[in-house]
């Protein structure tokens, strides 16, 4: 069995210092942490106004990488996100000028408001972690994160993602609105400015890494990593699905699980992590019928059912 504790260590370390700006949040804030030990790219979705762009901001003021932000909007190009060639009349050759997504922690921010052809940009990056243009192949760096907000589609002016994009994303978080007393401290907390000003860095790209690679060896049983296939190949057979989860889904809340065990201090998975990470990997990457729309049954209702029906290992 491995020690996790060094993992254990460094989530406390980050998770401490993220919520010197974000109150009351933990439960997403461990799950941001779960995304980044997986290597994983997170969807942030709320209404307007409730620290999605503080809390990707925070984060990555806690890492010690590279940082960019990237706001989209309707007139964005894909250029400007991945960047372009162009010819310099001084050496007389072409140069490349690389965009803002060549950094570590790139900030996706209200992704939804761009043009699709916009969001497709951002594929290949997030998958293969390197940009293609003009015949020429040009990797990331390592760690790479992207960290996307958006408002829900009912609003004017967004567009939304393709399935193809929405798989890409690890995990889907929503925020929620802070309860009484949080919404108090934060008055207080930001009386006088913000403390995202302050935050320091307290977690270095090699420990990052080093822990990214550590995750993986966290033991899950036969038992739980049959649970697992099950409950993602269940939605692909339910009645009420048009769309279920993809391969690429299995493999994420599988490498999640680990995340979480670690991060919880254990060296092996059990089921409760796996149905704790269910919804958030699961309910961006499957679509309701319309007929199942209708009776007012959503993605996130279908996958409590799944968790309900599909059967929990005992060891």
Do not use: W
Not at 18 to 40: F, N, P, S, T
Not at 165 to 188: C, H, M, N, T
Not at 287 to 305: H, S, Y
């Amino acid at each position: 069995m491995i020690d996790v504790e060094p993992v254990r260590g460094l989530a406390e370390r980050a998770a401490g210092n993220i919520e010197r700006v974000i109150v009351g949040k933990r439960d997403v804030i461990d799950l941001l942490l779960v995304a980044l030990l997986c290597e994983g790219h997170v969807l942030i979705e709320d209404v307007p106004g409730t620290g999605k762009t503080m809390l990707a901001k925070s984060l990555a003021r806690t890492l010690d990488c590279s940082f960019r932000r990237i706001q989209f909007t309707p007139d964005l190009l894909p250029s400007d996100v991945s960047g372009v060639s162009f010819f310099n009349q001084r050496v007389q050759d072409f140069e490349f000028r690389p965009g803002p997504i060549f950094a570590q922690v790139v900030l996706a921010d209200e992704i939804n408001r761009a043009t699709p052809r916009t969001q497709s940009a951002l594929l290949e990056c997030m998958e293969e972690r390197q940009v293609s243009l003009e015949g020429e192949t040009r990797p990331l760096p390592r760690p790479f994160l992207v960290l996307a907000t958006q408002n829900p589609i009912e609003l004017e002016g967004t567009f939304p993602l393709p399935e193809a994009q929405l798989d890409r994303f690890l995990l889907r978080l929503s925020i929620g609105y802070p309860a009484e007393a949080d919404e108090k401290a934060i008055v207080q907390r930001f009386r006088r400015g913000s403390p995202l000003d302050e935050l320091p860095s307290v977690v270095g790209v090699a420990e990052l890494l080093a822990m990214q690679r550590l995750v993986r060896d966290v033991h899950v049983s036969d038992a739980v990593e049959e649970y697992v296939v099950r409950l993602v190949r269940a939605s692909r057979l339910h009645a009420a699905l048009e769309l279920g989860a993809s391969p690429r889904a299995t493999l994420g809340l599988y490498r999640c699980a680990q995340a979480l065990a670690a991060l919880r201090g254990r060296g092996y998975v059990l089921p409760d992590d796996v149905k704790t990470l269910a919804p958030s990997v699961l309910t961006h990457r499957i679509i309701a019928t319309p007929q199942a729309r209708l009776r007012g049954r959503g993605a996130a209702d279908i996958v409590a059912e799944l968790l309900s029906t599909v059967p929990v290992p005992v060891e």
